[in-house]
């Protein structure tokens, strides 16, 4: 079965979990990594013939579109991630508004092509941010990625459909939603295959619920992750023990993971996995909900980049 493959394309200083120590502002001051790390990914898939979806921040675009070409170039799907890596629920609904346009002008400026599909930070489209989804819709946006149906106290809607739906909007518009892949066991979605979930737990693991999924469920998954993810030599940022776990842990052996899933699944872009993809129809959201929403307290659990 064919599978979606993602890449979020943001620099190791711009996660959530250094939210508190690094100020957007002072992102010009750190050195950058992104481009080599992502130029890796590009060759290992390149070797294996295996096209993936890149979500790239808008902030990172503009500072290496060559970056955004060869991606292009190299037959991959381009998506948005936002412009700069800021958790929706921490600003209002014109400050999104405002990202995703900035961002999606900047991308689209360098690929020459309409955006279609996007992932919001740290999966920040939630029962409290569910407003962004139609302003996705109005920005010319088809595909969707946000909505990790979990529990979590930073991100997640456990409820919410585990596999790929149509989100309703109205009579004209609908996005096709691809949430982060999970298990269901004892009652409660757990899940697998994407950023410290798959760095953090080991292969096997993964690699079983995978084959549940592909096999049992007869499902398509999500995998997902990050260049620093692929980066054990990057610069250490001063955080709390919790984050620094998030973050370092086992970075020196998720290239091999990665490399290990290409060899035993089979993979392509969001796009093209949706295209082959018998959706089914989700209750619209409610355009009625309020546009400013309170702030978030962070999370403490194994992902919230």
Known sequence: MLNALTIDVEDYFQVEAFARQIDPKTWDS??????????????????????????????VAERCPDLVKRIQ???????????????????????FERDLRRAKAVIENITGRALKSYRAPSFSITSRTMWAIGVLAEEGFENDS??????????GIPDAPRF?????LDIEHVIKEFPPSTLRFCGRNFPIGGGGYLRLLPYGWTASAICRLNKVEKQPVMVYFHPWEIDPDQPRIAATWRSRFRHYQNLASTEKKLLKL???????????????????????????????????????????S
């Open 73 to 95: 170039r190299l037959g991959h799907e381009i998506g948005c991630h936002g412009y700069g890596h800021q958790a929706i629920h921490n600003g209002t609904y014109e400050d």
């Open 164 to 168: 790929p739906y149509n989100k309703v």
């Open 262 to 304: 290409l060899n035993n699944f089979s993979f392509s872009t969001m796009e093209e996995v949706l295209a082959g993809y018998e959706l089914r129809n989700y209750p619209e959201v409610d355009h009625d909900a309020p546009k400013r929403v309170a702030h978030c307290a962070p999370s403490l659990d194994l992902e919230n």
């Open 30 to 59: 750190y050195p950058r990594r992104v481009e080599k790390n992502t130029d890796r990914i590009l060759a290992l898939l390149e070797q294996r013939g295996v096209r993936a979806t890149f979500f790239i921040l808008g902030w």
């Open 146 to 155: 946000s909505i990790f149906p979990i529990a979590h106290d930073f991100y």
